[in-house]
């Protein structure tokens, strides 16, 4: 059983100064490259919003210039690893999971693979100002409540010009709107005063609180592809944010820790006796 990463003093001081963290090796070797070799079976001919499994493309329009596929936590064992990762999962329920209240726990509320060709971008978004809930940045009283933090994982090195993700450290708490920003315009991020752009190494994550104002920089160069893979982690409570249902075959097949970050709430049918208080005993079956 692999160490689980624990955030450290100096993990919550910039992730509370800065909206983000790097987690440098988070990812070994050994399952980037099963993640990469499963991005080389996605069918490059599948039509945008067509469905391969219980897998979707959705493309960000035309702006990304590459393919994305969400639910993408259904296609196979390498992306079932990423659900309750060593790395990260410790930081997530601190951050994102109810510590200390009657609702703790944490969900999966997307997931997705991204593929960025040349000229691709994600546009500016989100921030502190007129912040969603759902992605708020919270520290008070001992606790974190965070409404959602993403761990955006690099399947290949993201260096310069390479379309690495952009962040306005400290964005979430901010209480203006950037003067540049213009909304959900499609504008890139490439020029926006304040902010930077990650370098990651294939197998670090980028954790940050959706709060923060991001995007993903412009691809200059013109040959390979970015892949990344981005979960959002939020808490027990949260529902699908695009109405994807996981599968019975996926939940079934997943360990019971795995299993109850994909459905914390239990569905009740009627005729069962199940207490209220008794949402999801941990002794139950999975197989
Ligand atoms: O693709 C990226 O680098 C940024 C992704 C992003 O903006 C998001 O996940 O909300």
């Not at 993408?72 to 296609?75: D, L, N, S």
């Not at 502190?128 to 969603?132: D, E, I, R, T, V």
């Not at 400290?170 to 540049?180: D, E, I, R, T």
């Not at 609180?209 to 923060?212: E, K, L």
């Given at each position: 059983m692999a160490t689980v990463r624990q955030p450290s003093d100096l993990d919550d001081y910039l992730f509370d100064l800065r909206g983000y963290l790097i987690l440098r090796d988070a990812i070994d070797p050994e399952l980037i490259t099963r993640l990469n070799e499963a991005f080389d079976t996605?069918?490059?001919?599948?039509?945008?919003?067509?469905?391969w499994g219980n897998v979707q493309r959705s493309?960000?329009?035309?702006?990304?210039?590459g393919y994305e596929l969400q639910n993408?936590?259904?296609?196979g064992p390498p992306f079932e690893a990423?659900?309750?990762?060593?790395?990260?999962i410790a930081y997530m329920r601190r951050y994102a999971?109810?510590?200390?209240?009657?609702?703790?726990g944490l969900f999966i509320d997307e997931c997705f693979a991204s593929i960025r060709r040349s000229g691709g971008y994600f546009y500016l978004h989100s921030g502190?100002?007129?912040?969603?809930i759902r992605g708020q940045y919270r520290y008070l009283n001992g606790v974190f409540r965070c409404g959602q933090v993403n761990a955006l994982m690099a399947l290949t090195d993201i260096g310069p010009g390479d379309g690495g993700t952009m962040v306005i450290p400290?964005?979430?708490?901010?209480?203006?709107?950037?003067?540049?920003s213009i909304g959900r315009?499609?504008?890139?991020?490439?020029?926006?005063?304040g902010a930077i752009e990650v370098h990651l190494n294939a197998g670090d994550v980028l954790l940050f609180?959706?709060?923060?104002t991001h995007g993903g920089s412009s691809?200059?160069?013109?040959?390979g592809e970015r892949r990344v893979v981005i979960y959002r982690y939020g808490p027990s409570w949260a529902a699908t944010r695009h109405g994807y249902r996981y599968s019975e075959d996926l939940l079934r097949r997943v360990s019971a820790p795995q299993r109850k970050i994909l459905e914390p709430v239990r569905p009740r049918h009627p005729g069962e006796t199940r207490q209220v208080t008794d949402e999801y005993p941990e002794d139950e079956p999975t197989g």
């Open positions: 996605f069918p490059a001919d599948l039509e945008p919003w067509g469905w493309d960000d329009g035309d702006n990304a210039k993408i936590v259904e296609a990423l659900i309750d990762h060593p790395s990260w999971g109810e510590v200390d209240s009657y609702v703790e502190g100002y007129h912040g969603a400290g964005s979430h708490k901010s209480n203006f709107a950037h003067p540049q315009d499609a504008r890139p991020m490439d020029d926006v005063e609180c959706d709060g923060i691809r200059t160069n013109p040959e």
